[in-house]
Every structure is written in structure tokens, then in C-alpha cells.
């Protein structure tokens, strides 16, 4: 007796049913976030170079944070100007700047790990799920040859 995938899936109960449609969503969902953190994070290298190129060159301040405001990915160029904004370096002491770096640096961190914990989560309870699915079809079998 041949039997399609398509077969298969139909004639499934409705509690695998929704398991599979429930791993196809984080499936989905996760390949989603890994395709955008690729592009994101490639860009963000490609724009910290030329930032860094830039910051090598630079001459003055106001004339770096003018070129850092097109570098708008660049988790350097963005601690730049929140940290050139936030305090006026002429008058501010090295601990000032130092406790701004840090709160910047933290915060464009948290922008670069965002919807990493989502991919943590479901690599570590999506097996469990399908586990739950193939023993509950396993479990459905029997019912339906006893």
C-alpha cells in the first residue's frame, strides 16, 4: 500500500496535525530571523569599517559625527554620536566619558543580540514538540489497530 506524504498528513489526528503546523511556524519564523540577522549583521560590519576608515582620517569631532550620521547600521557610528551628544567631550572627564561608552555599548549590543533569545528557545523545546508528536501518532496507531 503506497502512501504520499500528502496521504500521510491528511489522515494524521488533529493533535499532530497541529504539532506539525506549530513546528512549520517556528521553522519559518526562524529561518526568517537567521536570513534578517545575516543581511543585518553584514551590514553593520561593512558600515563599522568604513566608519573606522573613516575615524582614522578624521580631523575634528564635528566633522566625524557629520560623516557618522550615514552610517546609520554601524554599532560604532552610533555609539559616536549618542556618546558625542550625551557629553561634551571638552569638559568631561575620562570616568564620564568611560560610564557613556559602556551605557552606549550596552545598548547597541542589545540591538544586535534582538530575537536571539526567540532562536534559543526554539532550538531547545522544538524537539521536545515533535517528540510530543511522533508519540502521540505512535500512541494513535495502536488505538487504531486495537
Request: charged share 20%; proline share 2%.
Amino acid at each position: 500500500m503506497e502512501h504520499s506524504i500528502w496521504q500521510l498528513i491528511i489522515q494524521a489526528g488533529p493533535v499532530v496535525k497541529l504539532v506539525m503546523l506549530l513546528l512549520l511556524f517556528f521553522s519559518v519564523v526562524s529561518w526568517a530571523i537567521i536570513f534578517f540577522k545575516y543581511r543585518y549583521l553584514a551590514a553593520a560590519e561593512r558600515e563599522n569599517a568604513s566608519f573606522f576608515n573613516s575615524f582614522r582620517k578624521a580631523r575634528d569631532t564635528a566633522s566625524l559625527f557629520a560623516v557618522g550620521k550615514k552610517y546609520v547600521i554601524s554599532p560604532m557610528s552610533n555609539v559616536y554620536r549618542a556618546v558625542f551628544t550625551d557629553i561634551e567631550l571638552e569638559r568631561a572627564d575620562n570616568d564620564e566619558i568611560r560610564r557613556s561608552l559602556k551605557r552606549f555599548e550596552t545598548l547597541e549590543s542589545a540591538k544586535l543580540e534582538r530575537h536571539l533569545g526567540f532562536l534559543a528557545t526554539t532550538g531547545s523545546t522544538t524537539p521536545f514538540i515533535g517528540l510530543f508528536g511522533t508519540v502521540w501518532g505512535i500512541m494513535d496507531s495502536f488505538r487504531g489497530i486495537g
